[in-house]
């Protein structure tokens, strides 16, 4: 035991270990995406040496992928619109005001971490078809947006806190309205905070398939993760275009990783870790 | 400043900029959760409201069909929780203790290891689904190849490893992220306590055990108790691999399915019932309420200060 911990040779070997089982499963799902479905029965693991983009186009043509990719497109960056301008100005104002009322709104905010969204899915269901938003995106954003609202306001008046408030008394001498030193002083030095609140809040809604489930019927409104599960019981027996329907539908998130992982990892362990 | 200090457009601007947030977390989550309180005590046909219940929901969950279901569903999420926190937090506190002695390479391996985090469970689900299948799966190939025919199982189709299988799904999707917080944990410890112990002639291993474990303890609270949340509202998985059935016959279910399965229907029936689905919402809030508060309360006493 005591041995152990003195071998950096064994906690390489650890990390070796680790990537090894993380990568082999990723690869397995882009390489069979390239492969002709009748040769996964002699050998799960050959490497697509021809590779079938056919499987890609027959994805693209047959699965309704564009309209699902579009789909999904449209309800994470509007969320993100909503979510960023909804919390930009309370984030400001809870995190730079102090006036009455202040703490008991942010504890109100703090109740709404609290819920979790599928347990209020049947209220929802009921009120999104009262309010005639059901199978709508745009009643699909403002559930996804309330969800992560509380946490992106949370997150992001801690930034607006930060900030010493000489630049306030400044800018309001020089003649700024409130909106001017929001939008002129205060936005550009919070950006790092958009930037987490914008990983934190648009992965979640780009890889759910819940609400969409519950809340959109129309084939034309579905999102990709929705799509996929249709995709899946049409095409259980033809492992070549699964894979590519699969490997089209992690790839966007997998490329944005792999150029922006630091910002990822800090933006999705937000909730978790302080400072 | 106090709220007689402030302008009157100050004030405009204070009530402009915080309607937004406020209004649609007060009409999508809590007016929501505080409704689906008051559904657990109403009668219910299909998604009609009728008369007042009472506790008759509460007590129809506790009588035959829904008892049996909600035991076994609460039994399996009881034994998720153990299962992955034993399991995800070791092998997550490893891989970040590897991490943290690692000096060069660590972007990489750090990259690697949260990588499964930023995928879908549905493409999770999917992949795992065909890897472990019975006939063609690598997986199971892989065992026969190597001559060990006995031991290679259908994985998720039989009551026995369905389970256990799904935790293992779930230990790959999810181990990069307890890894992360605590690497995040070490990286917080002050440097001087490890050196002084280090010129002391403490080894690497009682640096660990005395100093390092001790100050993981926020860590430790914080994974606890995300833990114990995600434990007993798991979902996602369950459902893209078992349904809303917890297939196979019902080894998967959890109380989130059974949850889903009274308020939208089965597969095999499509009635639904809405009052005792409001009930178990009510009871799975309030046991992972409960479960989280005391988990914060009695782990934070155990945290030592810097």
């Known amino acids: 035991m005591i041995a152990v911990f003195s071998s950096k040779l064994f906690f390489r070997a650890v990390l070796i270990f680790n990537a090894f089982m993380v990568l082999l499963p990723v690869f397995f799902l882009f390489n069979s995406a390239l492969r002709e479905t009748n040769s996964f029965a002699s050998n799960p693991f050959a490497l697509a040496r021809d590779p079938h983009w056919e499987n890609f186009q027959q994805v693209w043509s047959d699965g309704e992928f564009a309209t699902y990719l579009k789909n999904s497109l449209l309800v994470t960056g509007g969320s993100l619109v909503v979510i960023l301008i909804c919390a930009l100005g309370a984030g400001f104002i809870l995190g730079r005001y102090n006036f009455k009322g202040n703490t008991a709104l942010f504890a109100f905010i703090l109740t709404g971490m609290l819920v979790p969204a599928k347990l209020a899915i049947l209220p929802l269901f009921i009120q999104l078809k009262w309010m005639n938003l059901l199978d709508s995106h745009i009643g699909l954003i403002l559930v996804y947006s309330s969800g992560a609202l509380p946490a992106a306001v949370f997150i992001m008046s801690g930034f607006f806190r930060a900030l010493p408030s000489d630049l306030d008394n400044a800018a309001r001498i020089d003649g700024a309205s409130e909106l001017q030193l929001l939008r002129l002083v205060l936005i550009p030095l919070v950006r790092p905070g958009m930037a987490i609140v914008a990983i934190y809040s648009a992965i979640p809604i780009w890889n759910d398939f819940f609400l969409p489930l519950v809340f959109l019927q129309s084939p034309e409104n579905k999102t990709i993760m929705q799509g996929l599960t249709v995709f899946f019981g049409q095409y259980a027996s033809q492992w070549g275009v699964l894979f590519a329907g699969l490997t089209l539908a992690a790839l966007p998130l997998i490329t944005l990783y792999l150029v922006l992982s630091e910002q990822f990892i800090k933006g999705l362990t937000a909730g978790a870790v302080k400072g | ?306």
Request: hydrophobic share 55%.
């Open chain 2, 1 to 306: 400043m106090t709220a007689s200090g402030l302008k009157r457009s100050q004030r405009k601007y204070i009530a402009a900029l915080l309607t937004p947030a406020m209004a649609t977390i007060l009409v999508f989550t809590t007016i929501p959760a505080l409704t689906t309180l008051s559904y657990a005590f109403f009668k219910w046909e299909g998604f009609q409201r009728g008369g007042f219940a009472g506790f008759v929901n509460f007590q129809r969950l506790f009588e035959y069909p829904f008892k049996d279901q909600f035991f076994m569903a609460l039994r399996h999420n009881t034994l998720v929780f153990i299962a992955i926190m034993i399991l995800q937090t070791s092998l997550g506190l490893l891989i970040a203790y590897a991490l943290f002695r690692m000096t060069r390479g660590q972007r990489f391996f750090r990259t690697v290891t949260f990588l499964p985090v930023i995928f879908s469970l549905v493409v999770v689900g999917y992949m795992w689904q065909v890897l472990l299948d019975p006939y063609y799966g690598p997986i199971n190939m892989l065992i026969n190849d190597l001559g060990l025919e006995s031991l290679a199982k259908p994985w998720l189709g039989s009551t026995a490893t369905a389970l256990p299988a799904l935790v293992f799904i779930n230990l790959w999707r999810w181990v990069g992220f307890p890894a992360i917080i605590f690497l995040a944990g070490l990286n917080a410890i002050n440097q001087e306590y490890l050196e002084a112990a280090r010129i002391d002639g403490a080894s690497e291993g009682q640096i660990f055990r005395k100093i390092m474990f001790p100050l993981l303890a926020p860590s430790m609270t914080i994974i606890s108790i995300l833990t114990f949340i995600g434990a007993f509202e798991w979902f996602d998985l369950p459902f893209v691999i078992g349904g809303s059935n917890g297939n196979p016959a019902g080894a998967t279910d959890t109380l989130a399915l059974m949850f889903y399965r009274l308020s939208f229907g089965s597969v095999d029936s499509n009635a639904n019932e809405v009052g005792v689905g409001s009930a178990l919402g009510v009871l799975i809030f309030i046991i992972v309420g409960v479960g989280a508060a005391a988990g914060q309360y009695f782990l934070r006493k155990h945290e030592v200060e810097q």
